[in-house]
Nanobody, 126 residues
């Protein structure tokens, strides 16, 4: 089992930055692919970013490329999402997710993840 707890959300003006953190406990997630998803009001949850075991591979939603950066610190069992140049359309509840993988791959699809955090609210005002 892996337990995930997100933090770092809040209210920020458009153009501002936030850094989300997701701390894992229980079994180590050093051999887990990790991802960030978000769900805006009235919309389905969508993929935002993913990272492989060794941080060698990352993948992003097109609309966040160049603005968001996913990273991980396996020694701290933590994954981060640095969000810059935030826009009102980035407003959502952000979730981190984890899944054990045999190889260092990125995982993009929601249904492939086994473990989820409770979410943290990000609100971007215009």
């Amino acid at each position: 089992q892996v337990q995930l707890v997100e933090s770092g959300g809040g209210l920020v003006q458009a153009g501002g930055s936030l850094r989300l953190s997701c701390a894992g406990s229980g079994r180590t997630f050093s051999n887990c692919a990790l991802g960030w998803f978000r769900q805006a009001p009235g919309k389905e949850r969508e993929f935002v970013a993913a990272i492989s075991w060794t941080s060698g591979r990352t993948y992003y939603l097109d609309s966040v490329k160049g603005r968001f950066t996913i990273s991980r610190d396996n020694a701290k069992n933590t994954v981060y999402l640095q969000m810059n140049s935030l826009k009102p359309e980035d407003t959502a509840v952000y979730y981190c997710a984890a899944v054990r993988t045999e190889y260092a791959v990125v995982v993009l699809r929601e249904f492939e993840y086994d473990y989820w955090g409770q979410g943290t609210q990000v609100t971007v005002s215009s």
